[in-house]
């Protein structure tokens, strides 16, 4: 029994060792990680990161479950000022190049009153204006966001008020400062909290806005759901379902050099596959997007990106058939807005099909520029790795960059871009296997 501990300690010595000495920081600057103190958190409660004006800011919970924020400006917490007592969640944070945005859930922890709360920050996260509940009633689930960067910002959500979940939104014309004075309720075709709608999600690019949600029919059936505005979310289209008779799952609604996408997660039998449309007349008439070549056995999160030429990218966790638990990180890329796909490109280089690899995060600039972080298990212990490429998907590194400790715990990655080959990432990390005491960490990488 001695003489096989001593050889189990003696192998995951030797790995770490083997591991933390990849030498692999060459193939892009990496500055040293910043750490904060931050509370065990779900996926709901993991940090966010972003880039603004050029400068990273980032926000998490803290041990106290305070909603945090780090910019060059310093560290604020987010949070106060909230109803109180309540039982903080959920963390959006989004730039439009003119102020930063946030949105969280207090929920009542005696009444359990769910609220969408917003806030922002017009010097760069040197001051907060005050909280502003964007709800009128209180049963606020899942907040998404997005801006024009002209002073149009929308926030929507799923609203248990009238019992199953309605899709409700609010609108702001003035980068946030006032709001309407009453929600919106968007999937106006069903009765209130009659059928349950469920996945906003909202963009928005000069004038146009485009919301899309799913609406729950039988149980392998869903609808995708849009409505649209010209007019910066003062009046929108009626309710219509862009695509039906599947099982949706994370649509996510992008533009490409001008054509408007939709990408999610569909589900046949055992297989999931990627599926998407597009429409090249802002949303009036869709067409389907070209075969993803993507099939995995565990249903996955998409992940886009795109540059200002229409070069689409994702980065998806592809699970084995027969192989529980062992998911490999695959890159596919468009280069024609959608209508064409590369053949899947896996892109570990540890041996495949052997370790569990999960949370793929992708971002990229208009240079070719792409990385791809995700959290990773070879090493026993989830570990944050990145990979790399400089000339749009075509060549990564030959071996990728590990940039949590070999020796911690480590999930939940977040990425951005700055635009002139920095890329920021986020991370939260534990210094001990219990994983009780609980980091973000932050770290910046240069890829020339």
């Known amino acids: ?26 193939a892009g600057e990496t500055e040293p990680s910043i750490a904060h103190p931050a509370m065990d958190a779900g996926l709901y409660e993991g940090p966010s990161v972003v880039a603004h004006q050029g400068n990273a800011v980032y926000t998490w919970y803290d041990p106290k479950r305070r909603l945090m924020m780090a910019s060059r400006e310093g560290v604020l917490s987010v949070s106060d000022g909230t109803p109180s007592p309540s039982l903080l969640s959920f963390n959006v944070l ?15 922890e005696d009444k359990g009153w769910k609220y969408t709360l917003f806030r922002a920050s017009y010097d760069g996260g040197k001051t907060l204006a005050n909280p502003l509940i964007l709800n009128r009633d209180h049963g606020a689930m899942e907040p998404v966001i997005a801006a024009n960067g002209k002073g149009a910002v929308y926030v929507a959500w799923y609203d248990e008020r009238d019992g199953k979940f309605d899709i409700y939104m609010n609108v702001s014309h003035d980068y946030g400062k006032t709001w309407l004075n009453e929600d919106v309720r968007m999937n106006i075709e069903q009765k209130p909290g009659k059928v349950s709608s469920i996945s906003p999600q909202i963009f928005a690019s000069e004038d146009n806005a485009w919301a899309i949600w799913l609406d ?78 993507v099939n995995s056995f565990m249903q996955f999160e998409i992940n886009a990106s795109a540059d ?29 807005r959608g209508q064409t796909w590369s053949e899947p490109v896996r892109i570990q280089t540890n041996p495949p099909h052997h370790t569990f690899a999960n949370i793929p995060q992708i971002a990229s600039d208009n240079s070719g520029r792409i990385m791809v972080t995700w959290a990773d298990y070879r090493n026993i212990r989830g570990n944050i790795y990145v990979n790399m490429s400089k000339d749009f998907g075509k060549t990564w590194l030959k071996e990728e960059v590990l940039l949590s400790k070999v020796n911690h715990n480590a999930n939940l990655p977040r990425i951005a871009a700055s635009g002139d080959g920095r890329f920021y990432v986020i991370w939260l990390e534990y210094n001990d296997d219990l994983m009780q005491k609980a980091f973000v960490t932050f770290r910046e990488v240069t890829l020339k």
């Open 1 to 26: 029994m001695i003489l096989r501990r001593c050889f189990i300690i003696l192998f995951l010595l030797l790995v770490a060792s083997g591991c933390a000495s990849n030498g692999l920081l060459k």
């Open 94 to 108: 989004h730039s439009d190049g003119h102020a930063l945005y946030f949105v969280f859930r207090p929920k009542g």
């Open 308 to 336: 200002t030429s229409g070069n689409v990218y994702m980065a998806i966790a592809v699970r084995d058939k027969y192989k529980i638990g062992i998911d490999n990180i695959y890159f596919v890329m468009s280069p024609d």
């Open 216 to 293: 729950s029919g039988r149980k392998t059936e869903r609808r995708l759901m849009m409505r649209s505005s010209i007019d910066a979310g003062r009046s929108w289209s009626e309710p219509r379902a862009v695509s039906e008779g599947e099982n949706f799952y994370d649509p996510r609604i992008f533009i490409a050099n001008g054509r408007v996408m939709i990408l999610w997660c569909s589900s046949k039998g055992f297989q999931y596959l990627a599926k998407g449309i597009y429409s090249d007349d802002l949303g009036k008439t869709w067409q389907p997007a070209g075969e993803i070549k």
